[in-house]
């Protein structure tokens, strides 16, 4: 028996590591996955705040995704103040979400390239065609959001301003310079991922609860009704063996005791019917199938993106101006958004205007441990594999 560390893993967003109890095969017995991203203590300097700050810094958490930070922490003081956007509110956030996930899934192919394309002409035409998938994801998120990072419009109550005719003339003929992009760029991904004879067929099996809310937006009622009734959290210290939590950066939530899955993998087993006959001779519980599972997600978000984008009204308002003063400081507003990476939720309490509470259970933070627990029974040497599979953001996770 022997351990090996790997740190840090690369080709994801934030800073961790892999500590991995291995036997004389180099097989994991005891997997290992944690932050070491140091601690900016957003949920404390936001606490104390005017509401309106605590979308505009939470959304500071990470450069990829900060729409889902931005939407999240809004939805959760709405539902603290108990209001409503407009429905063309909700409308254009969700055309928002959708341009950020346009951009975030294509740039996770990009990250895993060098280990399923060893061809140098076929990893540069993918490398062309997912910039150029991003470009337009985070285009419309600039249109939609006010900018394509830090959108500024996403507002408590709903979006700041409507766009205009033009705007939404503009992202229609954006969506349709996706399609072929995307058809050409799944319908590769898919081949090269299911054609891969190299990678262990049950790489990354694990017996852990999947979490989703929703296929492409996210649901605070169902995290509420299906999930939060169960969810507890503990210190690193008490999750890690020996001293490893002393130095990992995220606190540990679970879901009934246990450490859960989210994202593509979990919203399309449990929204789309994600099963074994999408993975080739993949296992579907394991780390492949959710590369696999990421990669038919890009249509499903294109597909929505377009029903939104015609069935804004860009006569109507899409902002509820929230009450100035508004806030009991009892009510727990709890907000579910689908973040590229699985499920990130933001709670608040806001009384006289002021956040009182505030605490996030990010998608990444959720998966850390399991990425732990999915590599054991498999050779060291695919762990990293693993760790991207599930392409973590730990800066979001580490906020
Ligand atoms: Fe973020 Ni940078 C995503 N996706 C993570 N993890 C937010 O939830």
Redesign the pocket.
Known sequence: MSQVVVSPTTRH?GRSKLVLEVDDNGIVTQGNYLSTTPVRGFEKFITGKAMEFAPVASSR??G??PI??ATASSESIERALGIMPPKDGLVLRQLCNLGNRLH?HPLHELLILPDFVKDPNAAMAATVRIQKMRKIGQGIVDITGGEAIHAPNIRIGGMQKNISEAAKRKIIQMLNDYEPLMKEQVDFMLKTLKGNTEVPKKLGVHDRELMATDVNYGNSDVFETEYFYRFSEITPKSYYPGDIGLEACTSIPLIGGRTVEGGPRARLVKYKGFSQKDCGDFDVRGAMAINIARAMEIPLAHARARELIQQLDTTKPTLTKPPESGGDGKTLGVAANE????V?VHTAKVKDGKITYYNCL????WNIPTVGKACEGQHYKWAEYVVRAYD??V???TH
Not at 339 to 342: H, S, V
Not at 362 to 365: E, K, N, P
């Open positions: 967003e958490f990470c990829i995704c889902t930070h975030s973040a590229p990476r699985g990130n990010v998608a990444t933070t973590p953001c800066s979001c996770a």
